[in-house]
């Protein structure tokens, strides 16, 4: 009984508002009652009204929502809604919502406060979470793109996708239009260059575009020197394969008169400044043939030491896995002649390439989020804290995932026209990697202690990505607290385990073995698998992704293909170099998807700002608030830090982290 207050928010995407009209009813502890007043919701406003409501409803449950059509079904982006009780303090009730409402049925929103099962012991929300996740289960299905590989949601064009997982007008328009920009580049320099021979290094930089990003200009310009070399396994674009030696590899064979290097690496090692990259994931992976041409692979191991002031040096390459009968292979050392060096150190550089893409980039960054992001979906009702902890970090992770399967690793997709493992080595070089997906790695305080990065003052990555996890661990924490007191909530909420075991054991196919939990039994294991959720999904992407542009602009420091086979000599000249570099359609190609996916997205949200409101109550929105707070001081910290750098790292830093994996 009394005066209540409504609020209706609707998003302001292009579509957001409709011409068809909405009807509301509010449901309390004690009664429903049905609301006089429809609304015709616009884009990007809040409607308000008030309604003089006879029944004593109590405290309010749910908002009921159905949208009548008119001569089409018009559907409709809701935001929120908020309903106020009656009298000046009446309490005010919040529905989150944030979805789009299509068809004529209708809908019901729960109150916002996260509500497990055990907080249900009336069973008030029951039917509701039951109805609500078996029509998730028919929306977001399991799919399989190949045989061997971790799961992805079914579907194979963007109209499979559930509506609300595909872009809003604006990520859709930019992203279509820079893609267009991108091959029209593309056409122009093409067009430019079809007559024309590439003689030079230098040549490269007819496709380099200026001004796009100013490390990128550095790397074009101080490539060749092994500092930047070595710096790039420490804080580059993929600094997933770096670690500190326990024994020299079994690999790494010395053939007569190397005693004296082999003492030392064998001095470094004893010293603990001896770290090794190797990429023996490559080896045996079929090469592509692009336009009848077979391209080339290697699987180099590279040793490297780390010096007093912090830089990272390399004393030794070998290209590929030594095999029982043949000579052993070519060790290659910085004391060989320039234009052999820098054909070993290409060879390295290339592999990474692939490594970075395939295994740091797709695989552990973006087909790892939309394991989450789909078992979330399908376990998970929208009332359940973790459903809302998690949700923002999962926004159009499917759509962008959806169009790398279609555009990127596709049959004919950029792999295959251009990369050395497209033509399925590709596939091949993911089947492999999943074998490494182990729980520890996920997590940067075990993977960095197992890699033996902690306490290497020049490893910025390893710096940022402690500070940023532990930063995201207490935010998941405070948020655990609230809604869970004691360990037997945990270990009681049926929702939650299976939401844990589905990703362990379906989509993960099975990764108990390697570490993944199948349940949770305390609160600390559930705080501890939340923020490898969070942090797979932000910070971890983030620092695979941000650095493309920087690193791989300049064509030679990141060749995406290897069109001679590896030197088994060591007579290497320009022309051998640059008969084995990408050509100048290759490069080209390169460049262009580097600067669409690397460069900074003007659709973005950056960890921790979203605008949804999932939760309700001021306890979550406190959790929140300290959380944006320790995430703006951490970011200042990183930047003073980095005004003293002469190459500043900045893919950790939380201003620049995306709060999904969106591009």
Avoid at 330 to 358: G, I, N
Avoid at 629 to 639: H, Q, T
Wanted: hydrophobic share 40%.
């Amino acid at each position: 009984m009394g005066l209540y207050r409504v609020r209706v928010a609707t998003g302001s995407s292009f579509c957001a508002g409709s011409n068809n009209r909405v009807q509301l009813w509010l449901v309390g502890e004690h009664g429903e009652a049905a609301l006089g007043k429809s609304l015709r919701p616009a884009r990007g406003q809040e409607a308000e009204f008030k309604e003089d409501v006879r029944e004593y409803l109590g405290p309010l449950l749910f908002v009921k929502l159905r949208k009548r059509r008119l001569l089409q079904n018009d559907a409709w982006f809701c935001n929120w809604i908020s309903v106020q009780g009656p009298g000046d303090s009446g309490d005010e009730f919040w529905f989150p919502c944030y979805r789009w409402v299509e068809g004529d049925g209708i809908l019901s929103l729960p109150e916002g406060t996260g509500r497990t099962v055990v907080d249900d012991p009336q069973g008030v929300f029951r039917k509701h979470r039951e109805e609500e996740l078996e029509e998730r289960r028919k929306l977001y299905r399991w799919g399989n793109w190949k045989d061997g590989l971790i799961l992805n949601v079914a579907g194979g064009k963007i109209c499979d996708l559930p509506v609300d997982e595909r872009f809003l007008e604006d990520k859709k328009i930019d992203f279509e239009a820079s893609l267009a920009k991108g091959l029209a580049d593309l056409a122009v320099k093409d067009s430019l260059n079809v007559l024309t021979c590439w003689k030079d290094l230098d040549d490269f930089k007819r496709i380099f575009l200026c001004g796009q990003s100013k490390l990128a200009e550095r790397v074009r310009d101080s490539w060749k020197e092994d500092a930047l070399f070595g710096y790039q396994f420490l804080n580059g674009a993929n600094p997933m394969l770096l670690r500190r030696s326990t024994h020299l590899p079994a690999r790494l064979v010395f053939p007569p008169g190397m005693e004296e290097l082999q003492a030392q690496l064998e001095k470094e090692l004893q010293g603990g400044t001896l770290f090794e990259a190797d990429f023996s994931l490559l080896d045996g992976i079929k090469a592509n043939v692009i336009l009848c041409c077979q391209q080339h692979l290697a699987a180099p191991l590279v040793m490297l030491k780390l010096q007093p002031d912090g830089q990272l040096l390399p004393m030794v390459i070998q290209l590929q896995v030594p095999r029982e009968g043949s000579p052993p292979p070519l060790l290659f050392l910085p004391t060989d002649p320039p234009m052999v060096w820098l054909l070993a150190k290409c060879w390295v550089r290339s592999s990474d390439f692939q490594m970075h893409e395939l295994q740091s980039h797709l695989l552990r960054g973006h087909l790892m989020a939309e394991v989450i992001a789909v078992a979330t979906m399908r376990c998970l009702p929208s009332i359940h804290p973790i459903f809302k902890l998690i949700i923002p970090h999962l926004r159009y992770t499917l759509e962008i995932n959806l169009r790398a399967r279609t555009g990127l690793v596709s049959d004919l997709g950029v792999f295959d026209q251009v990369v050395s493992t497209g033509g399925g080595g590709h596939v091949e070089l993911l089947k492999r990697a999943g074998a490494f997906l182990t729980y520890s790695s996920f997590c940067p305080p075990e993977d960095l202690a197992d890699r033996g990065l902690l306490g290497v003052k020049s490893s910025y990555y390893a710096q940022d990505a402690l500070r940023l996890w532990d930063t995201i661990s207490r935010y998941v924490e405070g948020m655990v607290h609230l809604h869970y007191k004691t360990n037997e909530a945990v270990k009681g909420d049926l929702e939650l385990q299976t939401w844990c075991r589905e990703i362990t054991d379906i989509g993960l196919l099975g990764a108990q073995d390697r570490g993944f939990p199948v349940s949770l039994q305390s609160r600390d294991q559930l705080c501890h698998f939340a923020a490898m959720c969070i942090f797979t999904c932000t910070g971890q992407h983030s620092s695979i992704h941000l650095g493309q542009l920087d690193w791989y602009a300049w064509v030679p420091n990141a060749p995406c293909t290897m069109r001679l086979p590896p030197p088994t000599t060591k007579d290497v000249t320009l022309e051998t170099v640059m008969a084995t570099l990408p050509n100048f359609h290759q490069a080209s190609l390169q460049m262009s998807i580097t600067w669409q996916l690397g460069r900074r997205q003007p659709v973005m949200v950056a960890l921790g700002q979203h605008e949804e409101e999932y939760f309700s109550g001021p306890g979550p929105k406190a959790v929140l608030k300290k959380f944006r707070e320790e995430l703006a001081a951490l970011d200042k910290e990183i930047e003073v830090r980095n005004a003293k750098l002469a190459l500043p790292y900045e893919y950790l830093r939380p201003s620049l982290v995306e709060n999904s994996v969106a591009i």
